[in-house]
C-alpha cells in the first residue's frame, strides 16, 4: 500500500501570504493519479486539484499543484479567509486510493 | 442540481449490519463510478470503496476487504455499502462522492457509530 505523508501537519499564516503545502508518497505515483482536497469543519471535503496540476471546476487560479514521482506540492498564492481550512492529499493506483493525513493550514 | 444523499447510518452493537444507501439526483448516475469514503471522529479521511458506473468492478481498502460490500441500482439512482462484522474503529461519517478515479463530488455524509 502507498503511503502519503502530508507535511507541515499545520502551517500558521496570515491572510495574503502564500502557503506551500507538501505530499509525499512511499513509492512512486503517476501524475495522473494525485488529487488535492480541502475540508472545512462540519463539511464534507471539496476536489480542488487532480492529475497532480489540474484545477477543478470552479476552483480559483490561487490554488496550483505540482510535482512529480514522490513529491507533491498544493501551493495557495495568496490566502483569502476562506482558505483556512484542512488540505489532504490522495493517491489512486492499483484500484486503490489512499489519503494523507492532512494539513491544517490556520490563521496566524 | 447534482445531489448525493446518503441515509441509513445510526448506532449499532460490534458485530452487527447495517446498510447504508446513498441517493444520486441531478446527474447520470449509470455514467459513473461511485466511491465511499469515511472520518472517524476527529481524524483524517480514509477511502473504503470504489464500484465501477455498470457495477462490474469493486475494489476495497484492506480494512473493510471481506466485511463490506459496495453496489449499486442504476435503476433507482442509489449506491449502497452493505457493512457486516461491524467494529468500534468502524465508527466514522460516511461520505459517498461521484467520480470514476477521483471522488469529485461529496454528500454530506451519514454518521454510523459502533458501540455496545
Known amino acids: 500500500e502507498i503511503v502519503l505523508t502530508q507535511s507541515p501537519g499545520t502551517l500558521s499564516l496570515s491572510p495574503g501570504e502564500r502557503a506551500t503545502l507538501s505530499c509525499r508518497a512511499s513509492?512512486?505515483?503517476?501524475?495522473?493519479?494525485l488529487a488535492w482536497y480541502q475540508q472545512k469543519p462540519g463539511q464534507a471535503p471539496r476536489l480542488l486539484i487532480y492529475g497532480a496540476s489540474t484545477r477543478a471546476p470552479g476552483i480559483p487560479d490561487r490554488f496550483s499543484g505540482s510535482g512529480s514521482g514522490t513529491d507533491f506540492t498544493l501551493t495557495i498564492s495568496r490566502l483569502e479567509p476562506e482558505d483556512f481550512a484542512v488540505y489532504y492529499c490522495q493517491q489512486y493506483v492499483d484500484s486503490r486510493g489512499t489519503f494523507g493525513q492532512g494539513t491544517k493550514v490556520e490563521i496566524k | 442540481q447534482m445531489q448525493l444523499v446518503e441515509a441509513g447510518g445510526g448506532v449499532v452493537q460490534p458485530g452487527r449490519s447495517l446498510r447504508l444507501s446513498c441517493a444520486a439526483s441531478?446527474?447520470?448516475?449509470?455514467?459513473?463510478?461511485m466511491h465511499w469514503v469515511r472520518q472517524a471522529p476527529g481524524k483524517g479521511l480514509e477511502w473504503v470503496a470504489i464500484i465501477g458506473s455498470d457495477g462490474s468492478n469493486e475494489y476495497y481498502a484492506d480494512s473493510v476487504r471481506g466485511r463490506f460490500t459496495i453496489s449499486r441500482d442504476n435503476s433507482k439512482n442509489t449506491l449502497y455499502l452493505q457493512m457486516n462484522s461491524l467494529r468500534v474503529e468502524d465508527t466514522a461519517v460516511y461520505y459517498c462522492?461521484?467520480?470514476?478515479?477521483?471522488?469529485?463530488?461529496w454528500g454530506k455524509g451519514t454518521l454510523v457509530t459502533v458501540s455496545s
Open positions: 462522492a461521484r467520480g470514476d478515479l477521483f471522488p469529485g463530488y
Open positions: 513509492q512512486s505515483v503517476s501524475s495522473n493519479y
Open positions: 441531478g446527474f447520470t448516475f449509470s455514467g459513473y463510478g
